[in-house]
């Protein structure tokens, strides 16, 4: 009976034993190896981190203050941090989110902003709809009140550890994600076909039982919001999409409305805002995009960087991307407008 009680009370002992070895372990490795970048984005592996199952991650990132913090939908996703980080001299973290509203970009802006951080941010058509079928999912995790502890001891930050250990041990260069999309060569979905899956086929969880464009509205007053938190240090870019995607906008009544978007912005920020938007030589090119052209690969956000940032080491068409000033947005609104009109699409 006494063994019996003693070995009971043994392995109690040493159960308590292993869960504080283990916590020992992943205390220190999560903060060393930093595996979602709060303190460096060097060497880190950033694919599929914008997953509701990272919600946990918003608040403890918008706490660091990092100086620069990259927002928007997951074509944020296709950008080089690292690159970023060294275009900006800066350090800088990412709080890409897929699907993500307008709602809840305004509402990170206005945390980074509180906490005297800057942004880079997206400035995307489909995130400005009010009818967006997968608005504000994430706008309750903003308010939560995760701690840096709670970071270190959650079991998806050690997953995500692991995987840069995984990647060391195989000597994966940070950067093999990309590396692999660049050179997907897969399904190109023609005209139709995407016409067909976005802008007609119904989606079920569209409000008015529409299509993700179709009503397509926007809200003034928030676009307002936003374009008078930028100041000079902040930037705001109007990413690609395929060059189908314009000749639609322009049928399904989403082209005028979210020009309006655009003007109000670049007519009342200080943000320096930078437009890819349009047919061009890049968004003619469907090995530059995903299957349906609705992505553009990380080559192409290379492309972007270097356009803003001045590197003259990097050729960069020279019909993609404008810097957008008060001065210029009227007559590049209305080049685009005759340009989608009047060009063709393969």
Known sequence: MMRSKLSAKTWSIAFILIILLGLLFMIPINYYLDPFGLRSVENKNFTNLSRVSYSYLYPIKIAQKAPYYLVGTSRTMRINLPLLAHDLRKHIISLGMVAQSFEESLTLIKALKANGSHFISGFDASILNTIYPYSNRFLEVFSTQNTMIDFLLNARTLQATLRIL???ILSHPNDFTFTKEDLYVGKKNSYKEIEQKFFIVHHLHAKNNGSIYSPYDINESQVLEFATLGDSQDIIIIFPKHAYYYKLFEKYGVQEKY???IELLVNNTKARVYSFYGINSITRDKANFDDYGWHFKPKIGNLILA???????VEVPKDFGVELTK????????NLRDSIQTTEID
Do not use: M, P, R, W
């Open 166 to 168: 995984q990647d060391t």
């Open 307 to 313: 356009k803003i940032f001045q590197d003259e080491s």
């Open 259 to 261: 020009f309006h978007a």
């Open 327 to 334: 001065e210029n947005v009227g007559a590049y609104l209305q």
